[in-house]
């Protein structure tokens, strides 16, 4: 089994900062085969890709709300990854949760293939 725990969410002001962070762990599971990414779910909206890192750590790809203010980065030694979210804005709001899938299983800016999930974090951005 993989586990995904994410933490760092909270409330915060506009044009705040936030960091995510999201530890991995499972008997079997080898951190490093694994693209990850970031989604987000706001009420009556559809989950959203918004950060993916590859297997490798070498190519990362951004939606374009929130490009130029978040960054995804991973650490293969802590089994960990994180999204640095600045200059956050009230549409930001959102459940944000990370998840992971193998390299084989396709390119890792795509959403589809994406299989281990954590359970979410709570972001809030007030005005």
């Known amino acids: 089994q993989v586990q995904l725990v994410e933490s760092g969410g909270g409330l915060v002001q506009a044009g705040g900062s936030l960091r995510l962070s999201c530890a991995a762990s499972?008997?079997?599971?080898?951190?490093?085969?694994?693209?990850l990414g970031w989604f987000r779910q706001a009420p009556g909206k559809e989950r959203e890709l918004v950060a993916a890192?590859?297997?490798?750590?070498?190519?990362?790809s951004y939606a374009d709300s929130v490009k130029g203010r978040f960054a995804i980065s991973r650490d293969n030694a802590k089994n960990t990854v994180y999204l640095q979210m600045n200059s956050l804005k009230p549409e930001d709001t959102a459940v944000y949760y990370c998840?992971?899938?193998?390299?084989?299983?396709?390119?890792?800016?795509?959403?589809?293939?994406?299989?281990?999930w954590g359970q979410g974090t709570q972001v809030t951005v007030s005005s």
């Open positions: 499972g008997r079997t599971f080898t951190f490093s085969r694994y693209s």
């Open positions: 998840a992971a899938k193998d390299r084989v299983m396709g390119s890792y800016y795509l959403s589809m293939g994406y299989n281990y």
């Open positions: 890192i590859s297997w490798s750590g070498g190519d990362t």
